[in-house]
């Protein structure tokens, strides 16, 4: 739709118009040491001869707690994580759409990066196809943790995926891959749920109320209620195990990608979630993208929504998606994969986002919005 005056909720990042076929994609956010926020993402579209790969990674940075933004570089990789370690800045994830894994280093802000040349220098793991997304990574027992997936289970997408998490010392060299350890791989079955199990994927490390390391994932059915599943990973980092009988949980959102976060104050788990609200439910889930939710857990287990936080009533060509987000004093900041009505006739479906956003959430503990609460 034409809305030359309308923006999206948020303060606008980036903004691509549908009619570039080239959207933005994989929102992520990190705090340098300095306390400049920086955000990240990618820009997929279809390939033919002559358009560009899906490749193409943009940095962006923001001196004054997300008021304003200015671009501070453009690499090439895709799916990408943004951390902040010591004393630089991190982000990681594969080369290209099902490329090679890899970690570039900056020490100045994300102004300028290093080059994933070979294995000392940030190609990670170059011996098969890998997916991933702009996943949590997580400090944990002196390690570093972060989930990934490769595509090598066969051609069709989310049953290809299989599950892993990778982990490196605190203090090693995170551009060496010899020093980053990986548990085995896990592929999913069609017969879990009865069936109605098409694929996991977008794995979050979390450390779970016994201390140990799990990874939550997006788990892809057709029909509500959505799930998650919960695969453990040992504490040397080297085995993951998945039990179909108890491994999956009820999870609004569970067939979008969505990151968990702990937060010791409120002693909780938090996620920001693509709720399927109860008009939408007829719908495929995993296309319902247009509301966004507050949920919180004490468990990991049983979830609750707490409160809308963004929402449009058609579901058809707006969404507020793949959320990025850290916990900051008493407010969440966060990166969005919004599409959304723009000058040029908007975005021409949910999937394919034509901007990114920034958000803050004040005091998101005490929000309690969602109709049902007790």
């Known amino acids: 739709m034409n809305h030359p005056n309308v923006?999206?909720?948020?303060?606008?990042?980036?903004?691509?118009p549908a009619s570039k076929v080239r959207y933005i994609g994989s929102p992520s956010i990190s705090v340098c040491p300095n306390g400049e926020y920086i955000a990240s993402h990618d820009i997929f579209g279809p390939i033919y001869p002559g358009s560009k790969p899906d490749n193409e990674?943009?940095?962006f940075g923001s001196v004054d707690k997300g008021k304003t933004w200015e671009k501070r570089a453009k690499l090439t990789g895709f799916w990408c994580s943004l951390f902040a370690h010591k004393d630089a800045l991190y982000v990681m994830g594969v080369t290209e759409d099902y490329g090679y894994v890899i970690i570039r280093r900056s020490l100045d802000g994300g102004n300028t990066w290093t080059e994933p040349t070979c294995k000392t220098n940030g190609l990670l793991l170059n011996d098969a196809q890998y997916h991933t997304a702009p996943v949590p990574v997580v400090f944990h027992a002196n390690r570093i943790w972060r989930a990934m997936e490769d595509g090598e289970g066969g051609k069709e997408w989310g049953r290809r995926f299989r599950s892993f998490m990778m982990s490196a010392s605190e203090d090693a060299d995170l551009l060496a891959a010899e020093n980053w350890s990986l548990t085995n791989r896990i592929s999913g079955d069609t017969t879990w749920l009865d069936g109605n199990f098409f694929g996991w994927l977008e794995g979050n490390?979390?450390?779970?109320?016994d201390g140990l390391i799990v990874n939550i994932l997006r788990v892809?059915?057709?029909?509500?209620?959505?799930?998650?599943a919960v695969i453990s990973i040992?504490?040397?980092?080297?085995?993951?195990?998945?039990?179909p009988k108890t491994g999956f949980i009820d999870f609004p959102g569970g067939a979008k990608k969505f990151t968990i976060r702990f937060d010791a104050e409120s002693g909780c788990y938090w996620s920001l979630v693509n709720y399927a609200k109860p008009e939408f439910l007829g719908l495929k889930p995993s296309e319902v993208r247009n509301t966004l939710a507050l949920t919180c857990s004490t468990d990991l287990k049983n979830w609750k929504i707490r409160a809308i936080l963004l929402e449009h009533p058609d579901p058809d060509h707006h969404a507020f998606q793949y959320l990025d987000w850290l916990i900051e004093g008493?407010?969440?900041?966060?990166?969005?994969?919004?599409?959304?009505d723009d000058a040029q006739g908007g975005a021409h479906n949910n999937h394919d986002a034509n901007y990114l956003t920034f958000h803050r959430f004040q005091r998101f503990r005490k929000l309690k919005t969602f109709p049902t609460l007790q």
Not at 7 to 16: C, K, M, S, W, Y
Not at 330 to 340: G, H, M, P, Q, W
């Open 57 to 59: 990674l943009l940095i």
């Open 220 to 228: 892809a059915v057709n029909h509500a209620p959505e799930k998650a």
């Open 205 to 209: 490390a979390v450390v779970s109320p």
């Open 7 to 16: 923006l999206p909720p948020g303060t606008v990042i980036d903004h691509i």
């Open 330 to 340: 008493e407010d969440i900041i966060a990166v969005s994969r919004t599409a959304f």
């Open 234 to 243: 040992s504490s040397d980092g080297h085995k993951a195990v998945f039990d």
